[in-house]
């Protein structure tokens, strides 16, 4: 069995009775940094061993993984936050595990190369559902569009974001939020200077395109932005209001400067 189990994006007490069974139960534990769920075990006195597993694994370790599973071993695959594959390297090893032991039908008695391997979450916290319910934007539908790219691509995006018929999420670290922000406060800022036409058309002056869409005359725009910082931590912060009030706020406190941070963009 590999689970896929939802661990505390923050507050260590955000973590289901399943999830610490399942952590006591298995062989072993896949973890993006040994070092940030070794907390998690230790507060909870659970004494699974761990495997590193992260972005940076090569091959050779997801083959490993893999004999553990064909060996009959039960694992569990957590991140460092917040449910596994949603923006971290745990898809490759689920669509691994997928390709090589798949839902192959077995007429007849499992052979020992043959093991069946199934494949179960254990859901718990994630960051999108956290800020999205405390967002206070209407969310029956919306668009989540992970981290943005750092360089090749971003201009698309973002050209993506303002596209969205639907809220998007995104999420971004410290390194990049004010830039993120300062981005989107000018994308917004000259789009509202233009109407869509039939055809693609830059808007003036500016590097970003404007998206194609079969609406006439309809300007591109967001209602509102909210930004959520280290959620369910000690020093959440959620900020509403104004893209260019956000990013003062943001910049006239370094410590607002730190953590993890989710944007919802409005439409």
């Avoid at 007490?13 to 973890?31: H, K, M, N, P």
């Avoid at 007849?108 to 967002?135: D, F, H, N, Q, Y």
Wanted: glycine share 6%.
């Amino acid at each position: 069995m590999l689970y896929i189990v939802a661990t505390p994006i923050g507050n260590l007490e955000d973590i289901s009775l399943r999830a610490l069974r399942v952590l006591g139960e298995v062989d072993f534990i896949l973890c993006e940094d040994t070092r940030v769920t070794r907390k998690l075990l230790n507060h909870y006195k659970i004494k699974t061993p761990m495997i590193s597993y992260h972005q940076h694994s090569d091959l050779k370790k997801i083959d490993y993984v893999l004999s553990l599973l064909e060996g009959g071993k039960d694992l569990a695959l957590v991140t460092d936050a917040g449910t596994p594959g949603i923006s971290d390297p745990g898809g490759k090893l689920i669509q691994s595990v997928i390709e090589k032991f798949g839902d192959r039908p077995h007429p007849g008695p499992l052979l020992a190369k043959e093991r069946e391997v199934k494949i179960e979450s254990v859901p718990g916290p994630s960051a999108v559902t956290a800020a999205l319910s405390i967002s206070g934007i209407r969310t029956d539908k919306f668009v989540f569009m992970g981290f943005p790219p750092h360089k090749k691509g971003r201009q698309t995006f973002l050209a993506k974001i303002l596209e969205s018929e639907w809220p998007v999420v995104v999420y971004e670290s410290k390194h990049r939020i004010i830039k993120l922000l300062e981005e989107l406060e000018k994308m917004g800022r000259e789009a509202r200077k233009c109407s869509i036409r039939e055809d693609d058309e830059k808007i003036p002056n500016t590097k970003y395109q404007i998206p194609k869409t079969n609406i006439k005359n309809k300007k591109i725009n967001f209602t509102s932005v909210v930004v959520c910082r280290e959620i369910s931590k000690m020093h959440e912060t959620v900020y509403r209001g104004e893209l260019k009030s956000i990013i003062e706020k943001i910049k006239s406190d370094p410590n607002a400067q730190k953590g993890e941070f989710v944007v919802i963009i409005g439409k």
